[in-house]
């Protein structure tokens, strides 16, 4: 360990200087640039799209039904973890015996289809692809009170299924509020029930094009962003696309992802109270403590990244290798102390059904490899090279900070990229899949976002 200190702290010092060096020179001689106009592309085989706007319903097949249950109970004899590591290795084989039990014996899917389909959906052809959200608007809307579009983003490993408890809270009217939200939430292409490209590029930025063509094609010329994850990264994209669409942009993981948000990071770090009121010092990790869980736990980032359709053949063979995969994340990420937990910790906050409703909406569909290409097809040199990264975003932002996120990046770092940041709020508690987690802290930082960017601005 001692070695590894070493090693460490010297890597630590040189990144520091490689960072530093690198992001002023970026910093100085790379101006943002902002993009212009984006083509509309097709990501499909279809040339032109049917701009009909179809109801849908989950409705799976029985057959697929019958496999999944025969390969459930096909799983091999699992090997056991190591004594005491609990979710220290990655996903404990003990407990993933107890959920391929819980998904074989207690879990009802025509029960969870009935669930799912709680919510009015639709599907409609956009670039190409056939999308599917949800979309709800809200019932009886006191007189004087203005409905408003939200469109919902969530991200990988997650589904339409983390807002199930949030939308209600959306769509409901608050006392004494002047307005309420109508909610559109897609599955991002290539998640779930919407259809993957079959063309290569479809990133972020790509995606925020076609989703917000899916928001025009459904009346929507201007209207709010909420995302997390993905989410966030494609709502952020949006909003430096289309200024003129997003009315306001709200995140639970704002990330500036700059050379100059890194050396920031990197500096603030090392020396917090430079930068830092002494009270929020807490929240701030050290370097050495955040290079070294960002080692731990983004391997999965890097493959991702490379080759996604190699470990996709894996995970859409066996149910059980797909929950593991997916739930690690649901553990490590909402608590990175859950680790040491047996059942790493997904019982505490979470219940296994509502867990397994995300699983079966990967597995039914067969999209866990498409989902997976969402990290291959931004994380590159063409999707770099279009300097969102870089550009300011000017639409009016929110910024909810959970203290359990997988990173954390400060006020003075988001400011440089939000440029009209109107609300950053430090969170009691939660982590990263905010809107399955806490949905009452979501909703209320939402609508007092929502409330701020409706106001006049200031000197005006
Ligand atoms: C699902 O599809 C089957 C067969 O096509 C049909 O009989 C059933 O009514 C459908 N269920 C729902 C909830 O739409």
């Known amino acids: 360990m001692g070695f590894l200190k070493i090693i460490l702290g010297t890597g630590a010092i040189a990144a520091l200087f490689?960072?530093?060096?690198?992001?002023?020179?970026?910093?100085?001689?790379?101006?943002?640039?902002?993009?212009?106009?984006?083509?509309?592309?097709?990501?499909?085989?279809?040339?032109?799209?049917?701009?009909?706007?179809?109801?849908?319903?989950?409705?799976?097949?029985?057959?697929?039904?019958?496999?999944?249950?025969?390969?459930?109970?096909?799983t091999p004899q699992l090997t056991p973890p190591l004594e005491d590591a609990n979710f220290?290795?990655?996903?404990?084989?003990?407990?993933?015996?107890?959920?391929?039990?819980?998904?074989?014996?207690?879990?009802?899917?025509?029960?969870?289809?009935?669930?799912?389909?709680?919510?009015?959906?639709?599907?409609?052809?956009?670039?190409?692809?056939?999308?599917?959200?949800?979309?709800?608007?809200?019932?009886?809307?006191?007189?004087?009170?203005?409905?408003?579009?939200?469109?919902?983003?969530?991200?990988?490993?997650?589904?339409?299924?983390?807002?199930?408890?949030?939308i209600p809270l959306l769509t409901t009217p608050r006392d004494h509020e002047k307005f309420v939200f109508e909610v559109v939430a897609p599955s991002l292409p290539g998640y779930g029930f919407s259809d993957g490209a079959s063309k290569k590029g479809l990133g972020a930025a790509q995606m925020a094009v076609v989703l917000k063509s899916l928001m025009e094609r459904i009346g929507f010329k201007k209207f709010y962003v909420q995302g997390g994850d993905w989410g966030s990264i494609i709502g952020s994209d949006m909003s430096i696309l289309f200024p003129n669409s997003v009315l306001g942009y709200h995140s639970n993981m704002c990330f500036v992802n700059s050379p100059l948000a890194t050396v920031k990071q990197i500096i603030s770090s090392i020396w917090p109270s430079l930068f830092i009121d002494e009270d929020k010092i807490s929240n701030f990790r050290s370097f050495g403590e955040r290079l070294m869980y960002l080692l731990e736990e983004t391997g999965y980032m890097h493959l991702q990244s490379t080759k996604?359709?190699?470990?996709?053949?894996?995970?859409?063979?066996?149910?059980?290798?797909?929950?593991?995969?997916?739930?690690?994340?649901?553990?490590?990420?909402?608590?990175?102390?859950?680790?040491?937990?047996?059942?790493?910790?997904?019982?505490?906050?979470?219940?296994?059904?509502?867990?397994l409703d995300n699983i079966m909406i990967y597995w039914v569909t067969g999209s866990i490899t498409t989902s997976l290409r969402l990290y291959s097809e931004t994380f590159n040199k063409a999707q770099f090279s279009l300097g969102i990264d870089r550009a300011q975003c000017t639409v009016p932002t929110a910024c909810a900070l959970f203290p359990n996120e997988i990173d954390y990046q400060h006020e003075f770092i988001l400011k440089d990229k939000y440029v009209n940041l109107i609300q950053v709020t430090e969170m009691p508690r939660g982590g990263h899949f905010a809107a399955f987690e806490?949905?009452?802290?979501?909703?209320?930082?939402?609508?007092?976002?929502?409330?701020k960017m409706r106001l006049p601005p200031k000197g005006k």
């Open 308 to 355: 996604p359709d190699t470990i996709g053949v894996a995970l859409r063979d066996s149910p059980a290798g797909l929950a593991s995969y997916i739930l690690e994340k649901f553990s490590t990420w909402t608590d990175r102390e859950w680790r040491s937990l047996a059942d790493g910790g997904l019982t505490k906050k979470y219940k296994l059904i509502n867990l």
């Open 438 to 451: 806490e949905p009452e802290l979501l909703a209320d930082d939402i609508w007092e976002a929502v409330y």
């Open 88 to 166: 220290r290795y990655g996903f404990s084989s003990d407990y993933l015996q107890k959920v391929v039990q819980f998904w074989l014996k207690e879990y009802k899917w025509r029960e969870r289809e009935a669930f799912l389909n709680k919510f009015p959906q639709f599907k409609t052809q956009v670039a190409g692809l056939n999308i599917h959200f949800i979309h709800v608007k809200p019932s009886k809307v006191p007189e004087g009170v203005r409905v408003l579009p939200l469109l919902l983003l969530h991200g990988w490993p997650g589904s339409v299924r983390e807002f199930y408890d949030l």
């Open 18 to 74: 490689l960072a530093i060096s690198t992001g002023i020179a970026w910093h100085k001689f790379s101006k943002p640039y902002i993009p212009g106009k984006y083509p509309d592309q097709i990501w499909g085989k279809e040339k032109t799209d049917n701009l009909a706007i179809v109801p849908f319903k989950v409705n799976v097949s029985n057959e697929v039904l019958s496999d999944l249950q025969n390969r459930l109970l096909k």
